[in-house]
């Protein structure tokens, strides 16, 4: 499956660099990575993904291993590996199991608040399910889809999210592939097996939210034995929306990591 791509920079036309590659969380789109994308466009190729079921890509059942296949797929098209791949919760999912699938072709890997393990999407789960479940009215506005939202989601900011994934106006829809979100929940929330012996031998940078629980100490064995050469970084005053909550250090963070020497062969 094709995804719908952002491609921005660099602004002084040098490609001699790889690309970099940002992939979405869960009932997010390309577009949630603008601010970083548009920083990294200045001196990198940048490519931003929607994945399947979000922003303007296609429809489909979701495990990581399918997401990862439609991620090669969308880069090899654009000649854009290999490439340096940063991924944020769901997003981060898929790009470790790129990474674990086609090592050659990421250079380098970052990761946001996910561990290669089943966990995290508590709430999503539930969301998706009340979400699918809760009549579409005949006509929304922002206000109006505000309060509708307002039934099955307390939180401001998750509301928001979800706003950028509905059409208003007259017969308003979802732009996501909601129905297939919700019935690919337990592939989300899960981990594939990996068979022995398989690892990424690249760098790879683990950042998790000073807030957040979705990276433990008991995730560190497995983040070892498939990313040998990980290093964690906590942006302490962050919960799970890492690069969200605190823009500033995640983007120096990525930044400082691109400029280290991962541009030659391994």
Known sequence: MLLNTIELGPDNGDLSRPPVVFLHGLFGQARNFGFFQRRMAGTRRTLALDLRNHGKSPH???DYPTMAMD???TLVAHAA???MVIGHSMGGKTAM????EHPRDVRCLVVADIAPGEGGFAQSRQLAHDLEALPLPAYLDRAGAEAWLGQVIADRPVRDLMLMNLELGENPRWRIGLQQIAASMPAIIGWPAIAPGVHYEGPTLFIAGGRSRYIQPANY???RQLFPH???DVIRDAGHWVHAQDPAAFLALIQAFASADHGGTR
Do not use: C, S
């Open 230 to 232: 990980y290093r964690l």
């Open 221 to 223: 064995p497995v983040m």
């Open 71 to 73: 991620v090669h797929e």
């Open 97 to 100: 199991m790129l990474a674990l």
């Open 81 to 83: 590996l290999p490439a």
């Open 60 to 62: 489909g059942m979701m």
